[in-house]
């Protein structure tokens, strides 16, 4: 079993943000802004308004997930308390640790979410079945 982490342990951080009214840049950092070193850079983007992505946890994987452009939201689930969290700024991120399970829902049309992660992709690191999350973590 693991050391089981609350949904309450998911922070929204703000970035810093430069700029003037001819635009704006936010640049993270190696476990600067973010608590990680980023391994992978991955985007999710056309997707239909109002459909849902994610559903799934990691086992050792942190995820830093940014509304690059337009809005979503996130459902986050520890096995006992949800927590939905509106992403819809791109200077606010959310830091999700492993073992949450984490869903991306409520897509405006045209939003871009920008995922930067600790660890280069392995599906090994992936539970993508609600019931073997809830055995993973010791809640069954």
Known sequence: ?????????????????????????????????IPFDIKRIFYLYDIPGGESRGAHAHKECHQFLVAASGSFEVLLDDGATKRQVL??????????????????????????????????????DYLREYDDYLKYIGNV
């Open 1 to 33: 079993m693991i050391k089981q982490i609350s949904v309450f342990e998911c922070d929204l951080l703000h970035l810093k943000q430069i700029g003037d009214r001819s635009g704006h840049i936010t640049s993270i950092n190696n476990s600067l802004e």
């Open 87 to 124: 992403l819809n700024r791109p200077d606010l991120g959310l830091h999700i640790p492993p073992g949450i399970w984490a869903s991306e829902i409520n897509f405006s049309s045209g939003s871009i979410c920008l995922v930067l992660a600790s660890h280069e992709y392995s599906e090994d």
